[in-house]
C-alpha cells in the first residue's frame, strides 16, 4: 500500500522559470507464507519519505533554455526480492532478503538544450546522483553454501556528462546520444592470507553500470512515397554482472555491441508493408572473472586473460508484416 501527496509551487519571470515541489510518501510493503520452512512466515517494511524538487529554466535565446535540477527520489524492492524464497538452481542457490532496504537517491542535473527545427535538437548535460543503499546482486557466502541474493552492499555515487544530437537533412537523418558514467562504491571484501580469511575495503562501479553507453541511429523518411526506414547501432561498456564478497572475484560483463534495421512502406489507401530485424551482428553475450592471483591455477577458456565465466548468444530475429489503418 502507497500513499502520497504533493505539493507545487512555479513562478515565471522574463526568461526564468522556477518550480520546487516536496511529494511525501508513505510505504507499507510485506507478504504472508502459507507454507514456511525455517524462516518468519510473515514480514512487513513501512516507512515514510521525504522527497523535495527543484528545477530551474532559463531561456537563454530563441529556442535554447539552460536547465538545472535537484530531485530527490526512492527505488523499493520488487516483491519477490524481500520474500524469504529459496531456489536451488543448477550453479548456485537463489533466495531472496527480507532485512533489504529501499534506495534513496539525490540527483543533480545541468543540461543545455537547444531545438533549431521541431525535428531537430542538440543537448549536453552533466550529472551527479547520490545513491543511498542501491540494489544490487552477488554471490554470498553462507555457512557451507553459495546465495545470489539481493542486497545493500553501501552508498554509491555517480557523475557523468550526456550528450544528444538528432539533425535531419531533408529525407535523410541522423540521431546520436552518448553518456559517460563515473559510478563508485566501496565495500568489504574478504580475502586469503595464508590460511586466515580477512577483510578488506575494495571500490567498484554501481551493480549494472556501465561506464559508456551510445546509440546512433540512421534515419529515412520519404513522405512522398510512402517510405520511412532506420538502422541502429548501439554500444554498452562493460558492468558488474555479479557481485563476490570475495576480493577481485567479481563477475563481469564484457561490452556489447548491437546492430538492427527496419523499413516501411506505406500506400495510400491505408495498407503498409513493413520488415524489421534485430540482433544482425550477433555478437555473443561474454561474462568473466578479471585475471588476478585467484585464477591463475583455474584451467578454463579465456579472454584477453579473464577466465570466461558464461558465453551465449541470442541469434538473430527477422520480421515480416502488413498492416491496414481505417
Keep these: 500500500k502507497i500513499g502520497a501527496g504533493y505539493g507545487m509551487v512555479k513562478y515565471t519571470l522574463k526568461e526564468w522559470e522556477l518550480i520546487a515541489g516536496v511529494r511525501v510518501e508513505h510505504t507499507n510493503q510485506g507478504y504472508v507464507l502459507k507454507f514456511p520452512r525455517d524462516v518468519d512466515p510473515e514480514g512487513n517494511q513501512d516507512y515514510t519519505d521525504v522527497l523535495p524538487s527543484f528545477h530551474a529554466k532559463y531561456g537563454i535565446h530563441r529556442n535554447a533554455n539552460l536547465r538545472f535540477s535537484y530531485a530527490r527520489a526512492i527505488n523499493r524492492p520488487s516483491f519477490f526480492e524481500i520474500v524469504p524464497y529459496s531456489i536451488i538452481n543448477e550453479d548456485y542457490k537463489e533466495k531472496g532478503n527480507p532485512d533489504l532496504k529501499h534506495t534513496v537517491a539525490d540527483n543533480i542535473d545541468l543540461r543545455y538544450e537547444f531545438f533549431p527545427k521541431s525535428s531537430e535538437q542538440f543537448m549536453v548535460g552533466l550529472f551527479y546522483k547520490n545513491i543511498q543503499d542501491p540494489i544490487e546482486y552477488g554471490l554470498l557466502n553462507e555457512g557451507q553454501d553459495t546465495y545470489y541474493k539481493p542486497m545493500n552492499f ?71 512515397h510512402g517510405w520511412e526506414g532506420q538502422v541502429s547501432a548501439s554500444y554498452t561498456g562493460k558492468r558488474l554482472s555479479d557481485i563476490s564478497n570475495w576480493y577481485e572475484d567479481d563477475i563481469w560483463e564484457d561490452g556489447y555491441a548491437q546492430l538492427d534495421a527496419s523499413i516501411e512502406k506505406s500506400f495510400k489507401n491505408g495498407i503498409s508493408i513493413f520488415g524489421k530485424a534485430s540482433n544482425l551482428l550477433d555478437i555473443p553475450l561474454l561474462r568473466y572473472i578479471q585475471k588476478g592471483p585467484r585464477t591463475e591455477s583455474v584451467d578454463s577458456d579465456r579472454h584477453n586473460g579473464n577466465v570466461i565465466e558464461r558465453k551465449e548468444w541470442h541469434g538473430q530475429s527477422f520480421m515480416l508484416g502488413i498492416r491496414y489503418k481505417l
Excluded: C
Excluded at 175 to 181: E, L, R, W
Excluded at 182 to 205: A, C, L, N, W, Y
Design 154 to 224: 553501501g552508498d554509491a555515487k555517480n557523475l557523468g556528462m550526456e550528450v544528444d544530437v538528432m539533425k535531419y537533412f531533408n529525407w535523410f537523418g541522423i540521431k546520436a546520444n552518448y553518456t559517460y558514467t563515473h559510478s563508485k562504491v566501496t565495500t568489504d571484501k574478504r580475502i586469503m592470507e595464508g590460511s586466515e580469511v580477512k577483510s578488506v575495503r575494495q571500490s567498484r562501479p554501481l551493480f549494472g553500470q556501465a561506464a559508456h553507453v551510445a546509440n546512433l541511429s540512421l534515419l529515412f523518411k520519404e513522405t512522398r
